[in-house]
């Protein structure tokens, strides 16, 4: 039986260890964490369970190939309750507001009872909703193995998806922003997504919630986590937490294994790098063996970001009249790092009852932190005091936000935790903190690389920074495709 290892276990290298086990490999899988899942990830402070990653868990519309992988490894399961989301997120500002529904019909009427005058973008906005409704993850084998027949089967994807990206060629979501003459619909267009990305990712992710491909699994990320390492060890695989390892032991052009920070060195026939790629090719393995499709996006900081948040998560005693999800608005402002932040906005967890204390709200409030900002974030970080003091000073600051919005919360909230880009780095080894992949500028192709490096054949990478701007579907499917290479070079089915 082949043996490989898998450096970090995140969702990415979970789901290549499952795949494997399945598929007749024998692996390990070590973790600098004391807790498997990485970025999908949430914890405890003072009882009060915070969630740190699910958002809207995309692609996962029942039937789906997608939604079948989540089963697979255990993300979802049978007799899970699901969070049906009703809306994207809700806008108040202006003097106005919007809320994008799930039904998009109606977040149409409403657009357009609020600004007839921007009738001819509402309309090409909703084309491209409806087309971008057709994306899924392929997720068969690697996209750079698939032929034209491969392409075939994907219906509507293959017609539909190139549409909408075509539509907004060029177009930032701040272009789109400025297309609209509403200042409420210009404001709200804003708030996911940072300025620079794509407009065609916040129609994408928009389209997510309308196909109810979005929707959020009870209990968590931490709870998803916890599943998809016990289906890993229930399928014979070894998990090792608390055991970073150091680097990947290369001899001539074969890696003979991996090297732990304790010194213990472990032989493998097969590695799987699903750690941040900054990581891997700075740490693990000489920095000339990054792919040259990686390389780009690292040497070209113009046109491809990484971003970060800063989060605070609160708990009120009583009950507030946000709805259960996300609401953005205008405030007075909030002033971070000289920046004035005019629009901010909460995620209040009241959807999932079984993670919020009977008579309590859970909220949550995060930020965009840029590359000026994050590098401010880095330049305190050695500075224990410095960096606690300015957590707290923009946390006690959003916490008044809250109270004005919702006059009822005024003495009921209590600050539960801060964290920051620095986080990220600290805990994944996060490249700059951040927590997705690259974000291609509008001027520019996305990042695709396949997960294979050419001058080691018994190494494959894995993990979000391969695919698209990351998330939990191009992390997952990333898995998958490294363990589909290693089966493949075996000649055994990948199951
Ligand atoms: C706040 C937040 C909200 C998000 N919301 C969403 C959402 O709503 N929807 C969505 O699709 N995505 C969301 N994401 C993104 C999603 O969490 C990530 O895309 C995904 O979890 C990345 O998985 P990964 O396996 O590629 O990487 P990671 O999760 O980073 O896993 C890598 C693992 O490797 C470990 N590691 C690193 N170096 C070493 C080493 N030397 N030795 C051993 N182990 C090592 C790390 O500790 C980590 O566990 C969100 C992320 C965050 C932070």
């Given at each position: 039986m082949k043996k490989v290892i898998i450096v970090g276990a995140g969702i990415s290298g979970m789901t290549a260890g499952i795949i494997l086990q399945n598929s007749g490999f024998e692996t390990e899988i070590y973790e600098k964490?004391?807790?498997?899942?990485g970025e999908l990830t949430g914890w405890k402070r003072d009882g009060v369970y915070i969630d740190n990653c699910i958002d809207y868990l995309m692609c996962?519309?029942?039937?789906s190939d997608m939604n079948g992988l989540w089963h697979e490894i255990g993300m979802l399961e049978e007799g899970l309750n699901m969070y049906?989301?009703?809306?994207?997120f809700k806008y108040e500002g202006h003097g106005g507001e919007i809320t994008f529904w799930r039904d998009k019909e109606r977040t149409k009427r409403e657009m357009l009872e609020l600004s007839p005058e921007d009738k001819d973008v509402i309309e090409k906005f909703f084309e491209n909703v409806t087309r971008a409704e057709s994306m899924i993850m392929p997720i068969d084998k690697p996209m750079d193995k698939m032929g034209p027949r491969d392409f075939m089967k994907l219906g509507d994807f293959a017609k539909n998806v190139p549409a909408a990206q075509k539509a907004y060629k060029g177009v930032s979501v701040k272009d789109l922003s400025e297309s609209f003459k509403s200042p409420v619909l210009r404001s709200a267009v804003l708030m996911?997504?940072?300025?620079?990305?794509?407009a065609y990712s916040f129609i994408m992710s928009y389209a997510m919630c309308t196909s109810g491909s979005g929707d959020i699994p009870e209990g968590g990320s931490l709870a998803a986590a916890t599943r998809i390492a016990n289906k890993y060890k229930a399928a014979g695989g070894k998990l090792h937490l608390n055991a970073p390892v150091k680097n990947v032991k290369i001899e001539g052009k074969l890696a003979s294994g991996v090297v732990l920070e304790d010194g213990t060195e472990v032989k493998a026939d097969y590695v799987i790098c699903a750690s941040d790629a900054n990581h891997t090719f700075t740490?693990?393995?000489?920095?000339?063996?990054?792919p040259k499709k990686l390389q780009k996006p690292f040497g070209d900081k113009e046109h491809f970001s990484v971003f970060s948040k800063f989060h605070a998560a609160f708990l009120v005693d009583g009950k507030t009249n946000f709805i259960p999800d996300t609401t953005f608005w205008e405030s007075n402002g909030l002033t971070v790092w000289d920046k004035e932040i005019k629009d901010v906005g909460v995620i209040c967890y009241d959807y999932d009852p079984t993670i919020t204390p009977e008579g309590k709200t859970i909220l949550q409030m995060k930020i965009f932190q840029y590359t000026d900002d994050v590098d401010k974030w880095f330049a305190i970080a050695d500075d224990k005091e410095a960096y606690e003091a300015k957590k707290a000073e923009i946390a006690e600051a959003m916490m008044h936000i809250i109270e004005e919005k919702c006059p009822e919360t005024k003495g009921k909230i209590t600050i539960l935790d801060t964290w920051s880009p620095v986080t990220y780095a600290k805990r994944f080894n996060a490249y700059r903190g951040a927590y997705m992949g690259f974000v291609a500028d509008k001027d520019t192709k996305t990042v695709t690389t396949p997960g294979v490096i050419k001058k080691l054949k018994n190494v494959f990478l894995a993990g979000q920074?391969?695919?698209?701007?990351?998330?939990l579907p191009p992390a997952t499917a990333q898995g998958k495709y490294a363990a589909w290479r290693i089966c493949k070079k075996e000649g055994v089915e990948c199951k």
């Open positions: 964490n004391p807790v498997a899942g996962s519309k029942k039937g049906s989301k009703d809306y994207f996911t997504h940072p300025e620079n990305t794509q740490k693990l393995l000489p920095s000339e063996y990054m920074w391969l695919m698209g701007s990351g998330g």
